[in-house]
């Protein structure tokens, strides 16, 4: 998924925990204060194993997971991942002041709600907690992380409703809420993301969401969009339009109803899975326009007539398997049966 690649160049860039073998060389004087702070995280465990490295004896900066701002000596990351590590987010984060990656992965015994300490790491940036036991709401205070781009909250057990306050923040480009138990519908707000940040890339994908498609999506350029596996309903099309630099739409699995002869597609256009709804009407010829196209898939729906040709595809792609088609009303012409 291009989500998950941008995720990881992100990661790569901004967040390698030092090496053991770094400790000893250029990780600089740890501050105490974060030093301080950082033993304070790792006491709030009742089972401290998952920080063999994390000794008062070495630089902090050199502790598994810790980054550090070369300059300032101030921990700037923390990158905790893969660890039986029980017990509850600990809400004396926010002594770490200058923290601006924090990445919770992979932890299973990660149980409890995100506290509302969370609302003061002003200077985060990026904030992953994902592949946890972690439940609760998706919190209201994240609005109040300012300098938030990149939010992601995949792969737990929150529940309720999204909060319509995330487009409020005026660099937030990327959200990924998938894999949780979110309820009620996508807010109206999802239609209005600052334009100081840049195209979102939006991935709701596997929740229990419900309710229309909000219109105002259709203003946004949104650069990835993942709604799939939900009972989301209405009129999908508002994603689709010609001028969008959209790569990515996966609107499959929900009980979306609308035209699809009226949808223009855009040129930058890789991944398009609208399968397993109700939609009707034809797939229009300008869909041959879209010429990184990658993967197709139309199936399980309500479509009719005939299959368009002359594709004019940059990468010959295997999307030319029938099942990319099949189970609809009507469609016809390679690579389903000729039309009568
Ligand atoms: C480290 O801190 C200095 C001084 O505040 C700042 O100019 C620089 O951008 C910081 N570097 C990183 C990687 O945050
Ligand atoms: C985690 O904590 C719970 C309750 O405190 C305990 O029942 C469980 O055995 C602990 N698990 C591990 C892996 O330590
Ligand atoms: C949540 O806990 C259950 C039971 O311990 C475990 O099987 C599951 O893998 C955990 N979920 C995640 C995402 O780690
Ligand atoms: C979408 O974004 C691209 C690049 O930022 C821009 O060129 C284009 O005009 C935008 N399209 C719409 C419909 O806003
Ligand atoms: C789909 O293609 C496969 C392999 O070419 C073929 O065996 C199968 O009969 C086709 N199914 C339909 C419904 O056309
Ligand atoms: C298209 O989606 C259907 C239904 O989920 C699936 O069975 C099929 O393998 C998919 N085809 C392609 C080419 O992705």
Not at 29 to 39: E, F, G, K, T, Y
Not at 218 to 226: G, H, L, P, R
Not at 230 to 259: H, M, P, Q, W, Y
Request: proline share 9%; aromatic share 10%.
């Amino acid at each position: 998924m291009p989500f998950q690649t941008v995720f990881f160049l992100l990661l790569l860039h901004s967040l390698s925990p030092p090496s053991a073998a770094d400790s000893s060389s250029s990780s600089g004087l740890c501050h105490p204060d974060d030093q301080s702070a950082l033993l304070q995280f790792k006491n709030s465990f009742s089972d401290p194993k998952p920080f063999p490295t994390w000794d008062p004896k070495f630089h902090c900066c050199g502790w598994y997971g810790v980054e550090c701002n070369e300059t300032t000596n101030h921990v700037i990351g923390l990158d905790i991942a893969t660890s039986d590590l029980n017990g509850t987010i600990p809400i004396t984060l926010p002594n770490l002041k200058h923290l601006q990656h924090l990445r919770l992965h992979k932890l299973p015994n990660l149980v409890g709600e995100i506290p509302p300490e969370i609302g003061q790491l002003h200077h985060l940036t990026y904030l992953v907690i994902s592949w946890t036991n972690v439940s609760g709401p998706v919190p209201h205070f994240l609005s109040n992380l300012i300098s938030l781009r990149y939010l992601v909250l995949s792969f737990n057990c929150l529940s309720g409703f999204i909060p319509p306050s995330l487009p409020t923040l005026p660099y937030l480009y990327a959200i990924d809420l998938s894999r949780n138990h979110l309820t009620g519908p996508i807010p109206e707000s999802f239609g209005h993301f600052p334009e100081s940040a840049g195209p979102p890339a939006l991935d709701l994908s596997h929740n229990m969401l419900s309710g229309d498609i909000p219109a105002s999506l259709a203003n946004v350029n949104f650069s990835e969009i993942d709604i799939s596996r939900n009972s989301l309903s209405g009129d999908a099309s508002v994603f689709f339009g010609l001028g969008k630099i959209t790569n990515t739409i996966i609107i499959s699995r929900n009980n979306f109803e609308f035209d699809f002869s009226k949808v223009t597609f855009m040129e930058d256009l890789d991944v398009l899975d609208i399968s397993h709804n109700k939609i009707y009407g034809t797939i229009p010829s300008q869909i041959i326009d879209a010429v990184y196209l990658q993967q197709l898939n139309v199936s399980y729906n309500r479509l009719c007539g005939k299959i368009p040709t002359g594709w004019k595809l940059r990468y010959r792609s295997e999307i030319w398997d029938n099942s990319s088609f099949l189970h609809n009303r009507c469609l016809c012409g390679f690579p389903l049966d000729p039309c009568q």
